[in-house]
T-cell receptor, first 113, second 115 residues
Framework: KAGVTQTPRYLIKTRGQQVTLSCSPI?????VSWYQQTPGQGLQFLFE???????NKGNFPGRFSGRQFSNSRSEMNVSTLELGDSALYLC????????????FGPGTRLTVL | DQQVKQNSPSLSVQEGRISILNCDYT??????FLWYKKYPAEGPTFLIS???IKDKNEDGRFTVFLNKSAKHLSLHIVPSQPGDSAVYFC??????????????WGLGTSLAVNP
């Protein structure tokens, strides 16, 4: 079974731009969660999608948004990028609830200049 | 406020010895705990979990102990191997959260196993 894939792996943007990251979950998994990882803050939960519906949301500003498609693939978008948005963005899929065992992709390393 | 705390940012252990990684939590409603391991440039991978109805769970070289009264859990790796060198994350969740159930993560402990 193929694992969770994320594209692109690396991205460089400038302040004010917007970015879209993509995640393809493991086949059969219906839940996709997104995390932001920075050195000092660990894994910060962004949001979770299940069957195309946002089921849970972390404490991030509205510039961070996401969606899930009928095939469970998910995208997250960050608008009006700030320097502090530079981080590793991780996507995780699970069969059911996000608190079940999650399987992570390799992440997208976003650098905002 | 950090509900899941891993107070040791790093740990260094000799190959063949025991590695003990600690995790404390503040929310008494947490009832399920997980450990993940993360290598550089990769996403975290699930290692082992424990439910609050148990105080120990073992899987090969990895054992997790849970002390509910102290709100403390630990991951023991015996014997430690150089390939265990990674960042270890502790995570917790609560079934009582219902639809808002999500994993709460610690900041991680970087383990270095020296040959």
């Amino acid at each position: 079974k193929a694992g969770v894939t994320q594209t692109p792996r690396y991205l460089i943007k400038t302040r004010g731009q917007q970015v879209t990251l993509s995640c393809s979950p493991i086949s059969g998994h219906r839940s996709v969660s997104w995390y932001q990882q920075t050195p000092g803050q660990g894994l910060q939960f962004l949001f979770e999608y299940f069957s195309e519906t946002q089921r849970n949301k972390g404490n991030f500003p509205g510039r961070f948004s996401g969606r899930q498609f009928s095939n469970s693939r998910s995208e997250m978008n960050v608008s009006t990028l700030e320097l502090g948005d530079s981080a590793l963005y991780l996507c995780a899929s699970s069969f059911g609830r996000s608190a079940d065992t999650q399987y992570f992709g390799p992440g997208t390393r976003l650098t905002v200049l | 406020d950090q509900q899941v705390k891993q107070n040791s940012p790093s740990l260094s252990v000799q190959e063949g010895r025991i590695s003990i990684l600690n995790c404390d939590y503040t929310n008494s409603m947490f009832d399920y705990f997980l450990w993940y391991k993360k290598y550089p440039a990769e996403g975290p991978t699930f290692l082992i979990s424990i439910s609050s109805i148990k105080d120990k769970n073992e899987d090969g070289r990895f054992t997790v102990f849970l002390n509910k009264s102290a709100k403390h859990l630990s991951l023991h790796i015996v014997p430690s191997q150089p390939g265990d060198s990674a960042v270890y994350f502790c995570a917790a969740t609560s079934a009582y959260a219902g639809n808002n159930r999500k994993l709460i993560w610690g900041l991680g402990t970087s383990l270095a196993v020296n040959p």
